[in-house]
C-alpha cells in the first residue's frame, strides 16, 4: 500500500516553497506550505481506506492551487 507521505506534491502555487501533506488527530488530513503557511482545505476520514484517498484529494487540490492563505493582508 502507497504511504500517504509518497503522495508527490509541487511547489507551493503561492511562493514556490516545499509542500508538506499533514495529517492531525488520526482523522484529517491537509497539505500546507512550510514558507508562507497557505494550505488546502482540512478533509476528514474515518478508516484507513478513506485516509489514503483523502490524502490523495488534498495533494490534488494542492497541485492544482486550491489553497487557503491565512497570513497577513496587504
Same mark, same amino acid.
Given at each position: 500500500?502507497?504511504h500517504?507521505?509518497?503522495?508527490?506534491?509541487q511547489?507551493c502555487? @503561492?511562493c514556490?516553497?516545499?509542500g508538506?501533506l499533514?495529517?492531525e488527530g488520526?482523522? @484529517?488530513?491537509?497539505?500546507?506550505? @512550510?514558507d508562507?503557511?497557505?494550505?488546502?482545505?482540512e @478533509?476528514?476520514?474515518?478508516?484507513e481506506?478513506?485516509?489514503?484517498?483523502?490524502a490523495?484529494?488534498?495533494?490534488?487540490s494542492?497541485?492544482?492551487?486550491k489553497?487557503?492563505?491565512t497570513?497577513p493582508?496587504?
Amino acid at each position: 500500500m502507497e504511504h500517504i507521505h509518497d503522495i508527490a506534491l509541487q511547489d507551493c502555487p @503561492l511562493c514556490g516553497g516545499t509542500g508538506i501533506l499533514e495529517e492531525e488527530g488520526g482523522w @484529517l488530513v491537509y497539505v500546507q506550505c @512550510l514558507d508562507c503557511g497557505c494550505r488546502t482545505a482540512e @478533509l476528514a476520514y474515518h478508516a484507513e481506506e478513506e485516509r489514503q484517498e483523502m490524502a490523495k484529494k488534498v495533494a490534488l487540490s494542492w497541485n492544482l492551487g486550491k489553497v487557503i492563505y491565512t497570513g497577513p493582508g496587504d
